[in-house]
T-cell receptor, first 113, second 114 residues
Framework: NAGVTQTPKFQVLKTGQSMTLQCAQDMNHNSMYWYRQDPGMGLRLIYYSASEGTTDKGEVPNGYNVSRLNKREFSLRLESAAPSQTSVYFC????????????FGPGTRLTVT | DQQVKQNSPSLSVQEGRISILNCDYTNSMFDYFLWYKKYPAEGPTFLISISSIKDKNEDGRFTVFLNKSAKHLSLHIVPSQPGDSAVYFCAASYGSSNTGKLIFGQGTTLQVKP
């Protein structure tokens, strides 16, 4: 039981390049979330998917898109990376939208030069 | 506007003593609060939570206290151990939104010295 997995672990992009961060969970959870963590800012919600087939914006959605591919997978796409998107990205899942405890993946450290 | 604040970026305590981590919030609509622990290069892991209808929740060495009138919660770790050294995040949720969205504080780095 791997829990929440994220790929890649590290990535360096040039400004303007695009990439997709992958997230998968094997806990049969309905809800999935993408956060970014910046120094002194805590974790901020980018997008979430309360259930398969739905996605909604969080606090900081600009510059990102998401896809809930199926119940297990929730990807985050940067269409044109900017230095301000340099951050550590965490994916999380929870059993249902009303279940408050979220389980986090190990993170992806992204640097945009 | 930061709705959940952890005003102490860091805290250092001796092994065996009590660690007290604090968190303040501004939105009275929050109805559930959680603490997460994070080690370097790992994702946050859930530690303990409390509903707004309670003022205390205990789990082993960890106790969370909620003071709704002051919009303040605290995490007590007794006794502190070197393995507790990590970043601690408090988080708050609106139950009525039914989205599970969490609002996190900035985090407090706890160092427990042997």
């Amino acid at each position: 039981n791997a829990g929440v997995t994220q790929t890649p672990k590290f990535q360096v992009l040039k400004t303007g390049q695009s990439m997709t961060l992958q997230c998968a969970q094997d806990m049969n959870h309905n809800s999935m979330y993408w956060y970014r963590q910046d120094p002194g800012m805590g974790l901020r919600l980018i997008y979430y998917s309360a259930s398969e087939g739905t996605t909604d914006k969080g606090e900081v959605p600009n510059g990102y898109n998401v896809s809930r591919l199926n119940k297990r997978e929730f990807s985050l796409r940067l269409e044109s990376a900017a230095p301000s998107q340099t951050s550590v990205y965490f994916c999380a899942s929870s059993p249902s939208p009303g279940a408050y405890e979220q389980y986090f993946g190990p993170g992806t450290r992204l640097t945009v030069t | 506007d930061q709705q959940v604040k952890q005003n102490s970026p860091s805290l250092s305590v001796q092994e065996g003593r009590i660690s007290i981590l604090n968190c303040d919030y501004t939105n009275s609509m929050f109805d559930y609060f959680l603490w997460y622990k994070k080690y370097p290069a790992e994702g946050p892991t859930f530690l303990i939570s409390i509903s707004s209808i309670k003022d205390k929740n205990e789990d082993g060495r960890f106790t969370v206290f909620l003071n709704k009138s002051a919009k303040h919660l605290s995490l007590h770790i007794v006794p502190s151990q070197p393995g507790d050294s990590a970043v601690y995040f408090c988080a708050a949720s609106y139950g009525s939104s039914n989205t599970g969205k969490l609002i996190f504080g900035q985090g407090t780095t706890l160092q427990v010295k042997p």
